[in-house]
C-alpha cells in the first residue's frame, strides 16, 4: 500500500505525459479541454498521495526506502531505481505537486490560444515527472535522471516559442551553461562510487566519515559545481534571465518555485558530506552570498517585468546557498518553500498583467494599473511585501532566519553582504511594484483599449499562493517559538547538525530580526520617494552616477565577457577547423581523386584493348565449334537411338582391347 | 535343367531384336513395343542370374524395372496421343523437334 502510494506519485504525471504525447503524435484525437484536465488532474493526484505520504511520515519520521525495481548491476555497483522517503523529501513532495498544481491551473487560462496547447502541458508534466524523482530518488543516479529530465523540460519550455530566434538562443544557452554544471556533478558521482563503492545516499551518508579529508572536499567542490549550474549562482547564472522567453507559467514553475532550487535541495541532501568538508562549505556560502548581491543589484535598474523578478530568483537563490554555507540547513529549505510561494505569485501575477497588456513587458510602457485590474494589483502587492520582508509575511520569517544564522555563527561579512541584498531586494520589488502598478499610466493607446483583468481560472490560483505568501512563513514559529516552529521540528531528524544555538542567542535573534525589517522598510520608502514622491529624482540620480547605472545596466558585461571568452573563442575555432578543412583536408581528398580517376581511364585501356581481345578469342572459338557440334542433333528420334548405339559398341570394344592389353 | 546360358541366349536374341526395332520401324507405336522387348530382354536376363548366383536382389530389380515400364509406356503413349494431336503423324522422322 505504502508502496504503491509513493510509487503512483511520479506515475500519475508520467501517464498524463503518454496519454497527451500520444494524442498529439496520433494528430489530435480529442480536444484541448481533455488534454488540460488529464495535466492538472494528474498532478492533483500527485498532491493528494503526497498528502497522505507526509501523514504516514509524521507518524514515522524515520527515512523509508521504496525499491520500485533493480535497475542494473555489475561488479560492486548495484543500482536500484528506488525512492527515499524522509521529512525534506515529503516537504519537496509537497512543495513541487502543491505549487505545481496551482500552476498549472493558472496555465490553462494563461495559455489560452496559444499554439501547441497540448505540446505545452506535456512538457509540464513531464517536468513534474522529472521533479519528482529528482527529489524522490534514493540514490545518485536517480536523482541525476530527474536532474538531466528538468534541464530538458527547461530548455523545451524556454524554446516553446521556437519560431523565435531569441527563444531558441535562450533555450540553447540555458542547455549548454547547465551541462557545465552537470558535467561536475557527475565527477561527484565518480568520486562517490570509486571511494565508497555505493551510490545510495544513506550508505554513502553512514560511510562519509570514514574518507579522508581531500576526497570529502573534491566530492562537496563538484557537487557544488552541479549546484551551482542548476540554481544559477555565479559564475553559471547567466541563462537564467534569459530563460524569460519562455512562457510565464514556466518562468513560475520551473525558474522560480521548483528546478532552480534543486541546488539547494541537493546541497542539504548532502549536508553529510559538506560537514566534513568546512572549507567547501565555506564557498557554498561566501558564492551565495556575493551572488545575492550581485543580482539584487543587476535587478535594480532592469525595465522588463520578468527579467527584474528573474535576477530576484537568482538573488533570491543566493541567500538560500547562503544559508547552507553557515550550516543552517532547515532556514535553506524554509526559506526555498517560502520562496515558492512568493516568488511563483509574483510570476504569475506579473503573467497576469503581461496578458491584460496584450504581452507588453516593459515596465516603462506601464504604471496606474492598480484599479484597471485590481485583483492582480492586490496580489501583486502581497508578494512585494512577502519578499521585501514585511514583518509577520513568510519571507520576513525565513529571510530573518538565514541573515540571524550567517550572523550568529560569526560569518559578519556574509550577512552585511546578504542584509545589502535585502535591502536591494526591497528597494526594486517596490520599484516594479510603483512603476507598474501607481503613477501615471505610460500604456500605448492600442494596449490601454484592450486592457482586462484575467479570467477567474488564473486568478484563484494566484488567490491562494497570495494566502500563502501571507500564513506560510507561521509553519516555521509555530508552535515552538522562533525557529522551533512546525517545520523545524518536522525536518530534525534529518538535519541533525548543528545549526547554531537559538536558545542562547534569543535576545540577538530578536536584535537582528529589528534590523533587517527596518533594512527591508528603508528599501521600501526610498523607492516610495524615488516613485511616488519625487518621479524626476530617478533620472537625475541617474544623470549623475552615469557610469554605475551603465554597469548595472548591461549586467556588468557578463555576457559580454563570456561571450568573449568563451562563445567567441569557440566559434573562432570552428572557422579555423573549417579553413583547415578546405585548405589542407579538402584538398588532398581532391588530389586522391584526380590520381584515382587517372589510374581509371588506365585501366579502362587495358580492358578495351588487351582483356577484350583475349575473350573474343575464346567467344570466336566457342562459336565456331558449336556450329559444326550443332550438325550432330537432327532432331530425329531414330538417329539418337542410332547414335547411342553406336556409341555403346564403340565404348565396349574400348573396355575390350582395355582388358586385353591388360592381359586378362 | 536348362542352363543359365541359355537363358543369357534367349535374352541377348530378345534384345537385339528390340534393338533392331527401334532403329529400322518408322511407326512410333512399334517403337516403344521393340523398347519394351529390350526392357524384357534385360528382365529375363536379371531373373536368369539372380536365380544362378542364388540371390533375390536381381528379381527385385526385374520388378522395379517392369514397374518403370509400365509408366514409361503411360508416358510415351501419352506424348504420342498429343504430337498425333498436333501434327496428325505417328512417324518418328516426320518429327524433328528433338533438337537445339
Known sequence: MYELIVTLIPLFPLLAVLANGLNVLAGYRYSHDIAHRLAWGSILLSFLCSVWVLGQTLAHPDPRTVIVYRWFFGGDLTVNFGFLIDPLTCIMLLVVTGVGFLIHVYSVGYMQGEDGFTRFFVYMNLFMVSMLLLVMGNNYVVLFIGWEGVGLCSYLLIGYYYDRVSAAQAATKAFVVNRIGDAGFLMAIFLIFAHLGTVDYLDVFARAATLDQTATTAIALCLLIGAIGKSAQLPLYTWLPDAMEGPTPVSALIHAATMVTAGVYMIVRNHAIYDLAPDALLLVGVIGAVTALFAATIALVQTDIKRVLAYSTVSQLGLMFLACGVGAYTAAIFHLVTHAFFKALLFLSAGSVIHALSGEQDIRKMGGLWDKIPKTHGVFLIGTAAIAGVPFLSGWWSKDEILGHAFTQGHYVLWALGATAAFCTAFYMSRLLYLTFYGESRLDHEVAHHLHESPTVMIAPLLVLALLSVVGGLIGVIPGGLENGWFHQFLRPVIHAATGNGAAHDELAYVLMGVTTVIGVAGWLLAHYFYKLKPEQPDLLMNRMRGAYTLLLNKYWVDEAYDNAFVEPGKALGRGCDRVDQAGIDRAVVAVEQVTDLSGAGSTWIEKHVIYSGLNVVGYGNHLAARLLRRLQSGLVHHYAAILVGGFVVLVNLIALFLWFQGL | ?100
Open chain 2, 1 to 100: 535343367m536348362v542352363p543359365v546360358s541359355a537363358y543369357v541366349m534367349v535374352s541377348a536374341i530378345l534384345f537385339v531384336t528390340g534393338l533392331i526395332g527401334v532403329l529400322v520401324r518408322r511407326n512410333f507405336i512399334i517403337v516403344m513395343m521393340s523398347v519394351e522387348i529390350m526392357l524384357n530382354a534385360a528382365n529375363i536376363n536379371l531373373v536368369a542370374i539372380a536365380y544362378h548366383l542364388d540371390s533375390v536382389a536381381g528379381q527385385i530389380m526385374a520388378l522395379f524395372v517392369i514397374a518403370i515400364a509400365a509408366g514409361e509406356a503411360a508416358v510415351g503413349l501419352a506424348i504420342i496421343i498429343v504430337v498425333f494431336r498436333g501434327k496428325l503423324a505417328t512417324n518418328v522422322d516426320q518429327i524433328n523437334l528433338l533438337k537445339w
